[in-house]
């Protein structure tokens, strides 16, 4: 019997590494001139910092997480998300002493027990970031525009699209919820199971609701923008005002909830309708209570998490398949000592930073060709008998079909001409 990978897990081959590279050193790039610092922080928590953070009427807490017990007995949780660990650490690592404005990203593997489909893992990678200190709505802005030039930067936001919405506060929530209780409970019984229970537990849950009933009952259900206390409205407003100045193309939706307890305020998604039904990529939003609630002072914040795997699915629509294959040359080498010829210029042109391949063994040139082709080399340099005595490589350039003798000394001094 062989073995397998688990359900819902996947391996990233060596061919697909070139599109999370692209992501990942895109969001390094674009974060790092917003002044974002990477943390890196376990896979392992105490399963209470989800539970508290995420809240223990959620989905995740409820049903998704991979929770075991210690040997010592006590409840650890594989991390569903990354937000809590962080959070979790700005409290331990006491950054608030250190700076009243803490910039941090992350970049990992998250795990939730859920239906595998397409694009959705158990196993998963999330990039995120959270920007802890400060309560003004510029924040808001400035990471809803930093996580939009990040797209941009990656040609994705032709099929994307903003959304943002409030989701008021202490002050205004609670009474926004009773108005839902008191919308939704005379139809209580047309509503699904899940909603039934959200009714008791977390009513702002049944505007997120998939269920075409319930969702046609939402349908007219106050909207929390319409009973934000005046702070939130002005603080949503400075948020719109903010974007509007940088030119972030956003749209308002008030049926944004998010799945999990700790917003406050802005909340926001990056939608995309080319996935099916699952259509987010990316969400956040602003958790003003949840440093506190964790053990820490009282702390603002804002943050957001997107899924890699959901990226590259965009990625696969817009790049042309066999991104990513770009070996510059390949050096193609007829008898033993062409080999050993092309042994020490893979060598050296390796040195000047060109990426070079060539066979270790001798073989036929059509079987050489074939690998250069498939490797996708821009170049390949073909070293015979004759080249080897005139002291010239035949170049052929893939893209152009052309082929010309160029000089060995004349490719080592001009190498980076084959850089690209
Ligand atoms: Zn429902
Ligand atoms: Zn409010």
């Known amino acids: 019997m062989k073995v397998k990978s688990i359900r819902g897990f996947h391996d990233i081959l060596p061919e697909n590494i070139k599109r999370w590279h692209l992501i990942e050193d895109a969001a390094k790039y ?44 006590s409840s650890l949780t594989l991390r569903p998300e990354g937000t809590a660990g962080v959070v979790r650490a700005y409290i331990e690592d006491s950054m608030h002493a250190k700076s009243s404005i803490s910039k941090l990203y992350y970049t990992g593997m998250m795990f939730r027990h859920e239906r ?15 920007l802890i200190g400060p309560e003004e709505p510029a924040s808001d802005a400035e990471l809803v525009a930093m996580l939009w030039r990040f797209f941009e930067e990656i040609d994705l936001t032709q099929f994307l699209e903003l ?9 205004c929530r609670p009474q926004y919820k009773e108005k839902l209780v008191g919308y939704f409970s005379p ?23 998939k269920q075409k009933r319930c969702k046609e009952i939402a349908a007219d259900a106050p909207s929390m923008l319409d009973n934000l206390c005046e702070d939130c409205e002005n603080h949503f407003d400075s948020v719109k005002e903010n974007l509007d100045s940088v030119g972030i193309p956003y749209k308002i939706n008030p049926k944004i909830v998010r799945g999990l307890d700790y917003y406050t ?4 998604e990056i939608t995309t309708d080319q996935l099916g039904s699952q259509n987010a990529v990316a969400a956040g939003g602003r958790y003003d209570g949840l440093v506190n609630e964790l053990g820490g002072p009282a702390t603002a914040a804002v943050g957001f998490a997107m899924g890699i795997e959901r990226i590259i699915l965009l990625q696969e629509i817009a790049l042309p398949e066999g991104f990513g294959k770009d070996v510059n040359v390949f050096i193609a080498h007829l008898g033993d ?64 079909s052309s082929e010309e003798d160029i000089k060995l000394e004349d490719i080592i001094n001009s190498s980076d001409k084959f850089k690209s």
Do not use: H, W
Request: charged share 30%; with cysteine; glycine share 6%.
């Open 116 to 130: 595998p489909q397409k694009g959705r893992f158990r196993g998963f990678y999330q990039i995120g970031a959270e």
């Open 187 to 209: 139809q209580k019984n047309e509503l699904c199971e899940d909603c039934q229970r959200r009714l008791e537990t977390n009513p702002l849950r049944i505007l997120d609701c």
């Open 163 to 171: 959304e943002i919405s409030s989701l008021g506060d202490q002050n």
């Open 30 to 73: 674009i974060f790092e001139l917003y002044g974002f610092s990477e943390i890196r922080i376990p896979v392992l928590e105490f399963t209470d910092v989800f539970a508290r953070s995420l809240g223990t009427t959620t989905d995740i807490v409820e049903k998704e997480m991979y929770t075991f017990t210690d040997r010592d007995g």
């Open 337 to 400: 000592e062409a080999r050993q010829a092309a042994f020490t210029l893979a060598f050296n042109l390796r040195n000047k930073g060109i990426s070079v391949e060539t066979d270790y063994a001798t073989k036929s040139l059509k079987s050489q060709m074939k690998r250069a082709d498939k490797l996708g080399a821009s170049y390949t340099f073909i070293i015979g008998e004759d080249e080897l005595k005139k002291a010239v490589i035949k170049v052929r350039d893939m893209k152009e």
């Open 265 to 268: 305020r802005t909340v926001f």
